[in-house]
């Protein structure tokens, strides 16, 4: 069946440094792809989406592009900063219904 | 924009307590969530709507009931709270995008059971 793996956390970085989050995935046919933020004591937000093969999505300078190749796709972001930490979901929509598949989660700490 | 809210964000019940955890939407979407989230864990899907008074169970409905009697509003129901509910709740509504279903979360609830 249908399902995502994410990169196991923490993830802890210094400020300023590149990061990059993976995340593959299995599906059948060609879904859309999405990033999700949670920020301490929040609930989720979207942060990016791709909804087609080569497509990247981006947002508060976070890329993330859609390659069918190798089924991935990677979160990436050239210079972290403090206000970046959180908690990073990966997630495929199901073909069938509403529901998306979730990856665990990465929890990323950015040290000033 | 979105809004998702939910009834309490940090709500401390006793053992054997009936608990009720409101979610409300302001964008009329059709379909909304229950999920609960433990570290380690991630998300796990309790209960979805897709509409009025239709529900599906996920991944683990046991010890929930969820109702939906109007379309913005969908309810997550524990008949009687035990510890191991413990946990943080999240309730979600989700539209269509370009042909797939995109999710908006509430701020969640964060549950202690005594």
């Known amino acids: 069946g249908d399902s995502v793996t994410q990169m196991e956390g923490p993830v802890t970085l210094s400020e300023e440094a590149c990061l990059t989050i993976?995340?593959?995935?299995?599906?059948?046919?060609?879904?859309?792809l999405f990033w999700y933020v949670q920020y301490p004591g929040e609930g989720l937000q979207l942060l990016l989406k791709?909804?087609?093969a080569d497509d990247k999505g981006s947002n508060k300078g976070f890329e993330a592009t859609y390659r069918k190749e190798t089924t991935s796709f990677h979160l990436e972001k050239g210079s972290v900063q403090v206000s970046d930490s959180a908690v990073y979901f990966c997630?495929?929509?199901?073909?069938?219904?509403?529901?998306?598949?979730w990856g665990a989660g990465t929890k990323l700490i950015i040290k000033p | 924009d979105v809004k998702v809210t939910q009834s309490s964000r940090y709500l401390v019940k006793r053992t054997g307590e009936k608990v009720f955890l409101e979610c409300v939407q302001d964008?009329?979407?059709?379909?909304m969530f229950w999920y609960r989230q433990d570290p380690g864990l991630g998300l796990r899907l309790i209960y979805f709507?897709?509409?009025?008074?239709?529900?599906e169970k996920g991944d683990i409905p046991e010890g929930y009931s969820v109702s939906r009697e109007k379309k913005e509003r969908f309810s997550l129901i524990l008949e009687s709270a035990s510890t191991n509910q413990t946990s943080m709740y999240l309730c979600?509504?989700?539209?269509?995008?370009?042909?797939?279903?995109?999710?908006?979360f509430g701020p969640g609830t964060r549950l202690t059971v005594t």
């Open positions: 979600a509504s989700s539209v269509r995008v370009q042909g797939r279903y995109e999710q908006y």
């Open positions: 964008m009329d979407h059709e379909n």
């Open positions: 709507s897709y509409d009025v008074k239709m529900k």
């Open positions: 993976n995340c593959t995935y299995t599906a059948t046919g060609y879904p859309s």
């Open positions: 791709a909804t087609k």
């Open positions: 997630a495929l929509p199901l073909d069938s219904n509403y529901q998306l598949i």
